[in-house]
Every structure is written in structure tokens, then in C-alpha cells.
């Protein structure tokens, strides 16, 4: 059998952060939404997404293929009922979207939007989480990382922390025998806090579960990290963060707030950088939504920065409350930003100008040089595509 996970019309309204990648490929939790089925599946994955990504994301088919939308979060009775799927059955939600379908040929080109008249579905009734919108990532973050904490540990080795720490609550911990913990305080009565492979927490930290520090992942001295929040893959953070996903690879690495956001990967957060998650007026947050080039209520008080891959700012940056940063956008200047940055913009409050995509691709390969990791053909050719896509937010 082939799974396969779909992008389903979801897509764009998660955009920016699906611009370099599919649904499929954002963290919520410990693990990306891939990962979780891959976890649950026992199976490898493969994608149905847009052409321009399909190089670095690839599709694959046999005659015995199950699409799964990778929109859905996994959960173990929702597995079950996808790999008892019989020919050309399907599983649906109460809005009719199509959660999984098995297809029996190898030819198909395109993911089912709705429920086919010749397939035979069957409502899933369970509870199922679902990203339709950017904010659903820190949003579901808390129930996330707890759906995740166990398959996590399974993954891995635990060791015991030394006495320079100090460990508060009887909840869920998990610190990987290869991370360095030393002189934090940790608090798992309001969570699980889980460290994983090659992670270091510097001294000083302190964090309140639901926490998750992924591979690599390091939170500098005298960290204030709040739940529920997820630090990705090879990222570093410092100061204060509140209920927030960053990406793999991103460095907020110094003083400065954060709270109710999503980061992707590689940006850097200039030190002293503050981003506001709440209106003075406590009215319900709006933020930009690409498909209706609009800002839209999001049904939340807080909210704060949303930042596509590649994006940077400066020293002393203030980000409006929902504020919403588009792929490889360089913003500084003091006082607030504007509350939706294009795509390769560069500037800020004094006005922006386009990011030339010769000197953008550049600098990342400068960036991924630095991680060891090298800018290929197919990383420079997605960041090329995204530049042509948002050619008309970019009205300097």
C-alpha cells in the first residue's frame, strides 16, 4: 500500500508558511503532521502538492493507494479506519471533506476535493484535528504536543537530569540521554515538557510545559518560555516566548517577546524584538488571508506574528498585533510595521522596495552554509517560483 498526503483547499489560507512546502510538512507538537502518519502508518509517505514543489516533496502511486489529507492531525482510532479502507472507499468529516480515500489504480492526477458519487464514504464521528488556518498551529500546539509525548519518547533514550536543575510538578518529562540540561527550571504541572537528540537548555532557563525542544534545538540563558510552545528542529531561542511554533533552523536567539505566533524555518528574529499578541482594545485579532487579499477575523484575542521560510528582521523590531510576513522579506526601521509584509519586501516603517532574488538567493545559500547544509537547484528553484507568486502583494 501507498499513502499519500494531499493538500487540500486549506492550503492556501495556511499560506505563507505553505509557499515552500506542503500541509503536510508544518510542525504542531513534537512532529510534523508527516511524521505523526509516518509514526502511526509504519509506512513512508509521499506528497500530492503543488508542481513546483514536487522535486523536494515527490508523489508516488501503485495500484493500491490511500490519499490521506494532510491537513488531518492523526489520532490512533482515525488510523484504524483508514487502513481498513476497502476499494474506492472513502472516510469523510461533517463538512464533507474528504479525510482519507483509497483508489485502486495508479492513475489519478489530482487530490478529491469532495466526496466522489463513485466512491463509498463513511463519516468519521471522532474528534480530529484539523490546520485550516495559520493560527491553528499555536492554537492546537498544547493538545498536539501531549497527542505526541509518547510516540516521541519511543523514538528515543531518556536520562536522568542532574542536580544543578530544578524540576517542579509530577507530569510527563523526557530529556534525551544525548541533550545538556544543566541549571534550568522546569515546570511539568502545567504540561509535558519533552528535550530531544543534541539539544542543549543553557542555564538559567526557565520553562513551563507543554513544551518541546526538537533535534538540535537550544534555548539560550535566562529564557522565559511559556506553553505550549514547540522549538524546531536546529533552532535557537532566548527571551520571552509565549504559546508559539517556531520552524527548524530559525534563531530567536535573544531578548524580546513573542507570543501566539508561528515561525518558519531559517528566519532570524533581530535581538530586542517584541511582537504585540494583543489589541489594547481586546477586540478579536484580524490578520491577512491570501486568498481573499484581506485581513480576516481569526476568532482569537491573542494573536500575534505569523513569518513565512527565510524571513528576517532587525534589531528593535515591533510587530503589530497579527501581523502576517510573507517568504524572504528583510524588514527593520523603528516603530510598528506594517501589519501584512509581502515577499521578498525589503525596508520597513520608511517604506519597502523588492528584495532582488539573485542577492536573496545569495544570502541563502550564505545562511545554509553556515548550518552545513548545501542550497541546491531545487531549494533556489521553489524560492524563484514563490518570487514570480507573489509578484502583486509586492505594490512598492
Same mark, same amino acid.
Given at each position: 500500500?501507498?499513502?499519500?498526503?494531499?493538500?487540500?483547499?486549506?492550503?492556501?489560507?495556511?499560506?505563507?508558511?505553505?509557499?515552500?512546502?506542503?500541509?503536510? $510538512?508544518?510542525?504542531?507538537?513534537?512532529?510534523?503532521?508527516?511524521?505523526?502518519?509516518?509514526?502511526?502508518?509504519?509506512?513512508?509517505?509521499?506528497?500530492?502538492?503543488?508542481?513546483?514543489?514536487?522535486?523536494?516533496?515527490?508523489?508516488?502511486?501503485?495500484?493500491?493507494?490511500?490519499?490521506?489529507?494532510?491537513?488531518?492531525?492523526?489520532?490512533?482510532?482515525?488510523?484504524?479506519?483508514?487502513?481498513?479502507?476497502?476499494?474506492?472507499?472513502?472516510?469523510?468529516?461533517?463538512?464533507?471533506?474528504?479525510?482519507?480515500?483509497? !483508489?485502486?489504480?495508479? $492513475?489519478?492526477?489530482?487530490?478529491?476535493?469532495?466526496?466522489?458519487?463513485?466512491?463509498?464514504?463513511?463519516?468519521?464521528?471522532?474528534?480530529?484535528?484539523?490546520?485550516?488556518?495559520?493560527?491553528?498551529?499555536?492554537?492546537?500546539?498544547?493538545?498536539?504536543?501531549?497527542?505526541?509525548?509518547?510516540?516521541?519518547?519511543?523514538?528515543?533514550?531518556?536520562?536522568?537530569?542532574?542536580?544543578?536543575?530544578?524540576?517542579?510538578?509530577?507530569?510527563?518529562?523526557?530529556? $534525551?540521554?544525548?541533550?545538556?540540561?544543566?541549571?534550568? !527550571?522546569?515546570?511539568?504541572?502545567?504540561?509535558?515538557?519533552?528535550?530531544?537528540?543534541?539539544?542543549?537548555?543553557?542555564?538559567?532557563?526557565?520553562?513551563?510545559?507543554?513544551?518541546?525542544?526538537?533535534? /538540535?534545538?537550544?534555548?539560550?540563558?535566562?529564557?522565559?518560555?511559556?506553553?505550549?510552545?514547540?522549538?524546531?528542529?536546529?533552532?535557537?531561542?532566548?527571551?520571552?516566548?509565549?504559546?508559539?511554533?517556531?520552524?527548524?533552523?530559525?534563531?530567536?536567539?535573544?531578548?524580546?517577546?513573542?507570543?501566539?505566533?508561528?515561525?518558519?524555518?531559517?528566519?532570524?528574529?533581530?535581538?530586542?524584538?517584541?511582537?504585540?499578541?494583543?489589541?489594547?482594545?481586546?477586540?478579536?485579532?484580524?490578520?491577512?488571508?491570501?486568498?481573499?487579499?484581506?485581513?480576516?477575523?481569526? /476568532?482569537?484575542?491573542?494573536?500575534?506574528?505569523?513569518?513565512?521560510?527565510?524571513?528576517?528582521?532587525?534589531?528593535?523590531?515591533?510587530?503589530?498585533?497579527?501581523?502576517?510576513?510573507?517568504?524572504?522579506?528583510?524588514?527593520?526601521?523603528?516603530?510598528?510595521?506594517?501589519?501584512?509584509?509581502?515577499?521578498?519586501?525589503?525596508?520597513?516603517?520608511? /517604506?519597502?522596495?523588492?528584495? $532582488?532574488?539573485?542577492?536573496?538567493?545569495?544570502?541563502?545559500?550564505?545562511?545554509?552554509?553556515?548550518?552545513?547544509?548545501?542550497?541546491?537547484?531545487?531549494?533556489?528553484?521553489?524560492?524563484?517560483?514563490?518570487?514570480?507568486?507573489?509578484?502583486?502583494?509586492?505594490?512598492?
Amino acid at each position: 500500500m501507498v499513502y499519500i498526503l494531499f493538500d487540500d483547499s486549506s492550503r492556501n489560507n495556511l499560506l505563507p508558511l505553505t509557499f515552500t512546502k506542503p500541509i503536510a $510538512d508544518l510542525r504542531v507538537g513534537i512532529m510534523t503532521i508527516r511524521e505523526k502518519w509516518e509514526t502511526y502508518l509504519k509506512a513512508k509517505t509521499y506528497s500530492l502538492t503543488e508542481d513546483y514543489l514536487s522535486e523536494k516533496y515527490p508523489f508516488n502511486s501503485s495500484d493500491e493507494t490511500i490519499l490521506i489529507n494532510g491537513s488531518i492531525i492523526p489520532n490512533k482510532e482515525l488510523v484504524k479506519k483508514i487502513k481498513r479502507l476497502g476499494k474506492n472507499e472513502s472516510i469523510v468529516n461533517d463538512k464533507e471533506e474528504v479525510i482519507a480515500q483509497r !483508489i485502486d489504480t495508479g $492513475d489519478f492526477g489530482s487530490a478529491p476535493s469532495q466526496n466522489s458519487e463513485s466512491t463509498i464514504s463513511h463519516l468519521y464521528e471522532g474528534d480530529c484535528l484539523k490546520l485550516n488556518y495559520p493560527w491553528d498551529i499555536f492554537t492546537f500546539n498544547h493538545q498536539a504536543i501531549e497527542m505526541d509525548f509518547d510516540m516521541a519518547v519511543k523514538q528515543g533514550h531518556d536520562q536522568k537530569l542532574n542536580s544543578t536543575n530544578t524540576i517542579i510538578g509530577n507530569g510527563k518529562l523526557f530529556v $534525551d540521554k544525548s541533550a545538556v540540561v544543566n541549571g534550568a !527550571i522546569l515546570n511539568t504541572s502545567t504540561g509535558p515538557i519533552f528535550i530531544g537528540k543534541n539539544a542543549e537548555v543553557m542555564e538559567g532557563a526557565n520553562i513551563r510545559g507543554p513544551f518541546a525542544l526538537c533535534e /538540535g534545538g537550544v534555548v539560550k540563558m535566562g529564557a522565559k518560555i511559556y506553553g505550549a510552545t514547540t522549538i524546531g528542529t536546529f533552532s535557537k531561542v532566548g527571551g520571552e516566548c509565549n504559546n508559539v511554533v517556531i520552524g527548524n533552523y530559525t534563531n530567536k536567539a535573544h531578548d524580546g517577546f513573542l507570543g501566539n505566533s508561528v515561525l518558519g524555518d531559517w528566519c532570524n528574529i533581530g535581538a530586542d524584538t517584541n511582537s504585540s499578541n494583543l489589541k489594547n482594545t481586546y477586540d478579536q485579532v484580524k490578520a491577512w488571508n491570501y486568498p481573499d487579499q484581506t485581513f480576516i477575523p481569526t /476568532g482569537l484575542q491573542f494573536c500575534g506574528l505569523i513569518m513565512g521560510d527565510h524571513s528576517k528582521c532587525a534589531i528593535n523590531t515591533m510587530f503589530n498585533t497579527g501581523t502576517v510576513v510573507g517568504v524572504n522579506a528583510n524588514i527593520f526601521g523603528a516603530g510598528f510595521q506594517r501589519n501584512f509584509i509581502a515577499s521578498f519586501s525589503w525596508g520597513g516603517t520608511a /517604506g519597502f522596495t523588492h528584495y $532582488d532574488i539573485d542577492k536573496a538567493i545569495e544570502v541563502a545559500k550564505q545562511v545554509f552554509k553556515r548550518r552545513n547544509i548545501e542550497f541546491n537547484s531545487v531549494e533556489e528553484q521553489i524560492l524563484r517560483h514563490v518570487y514570480k507568486l507573489t509578484k502583486l502583494n509586492r505594490r512598492h
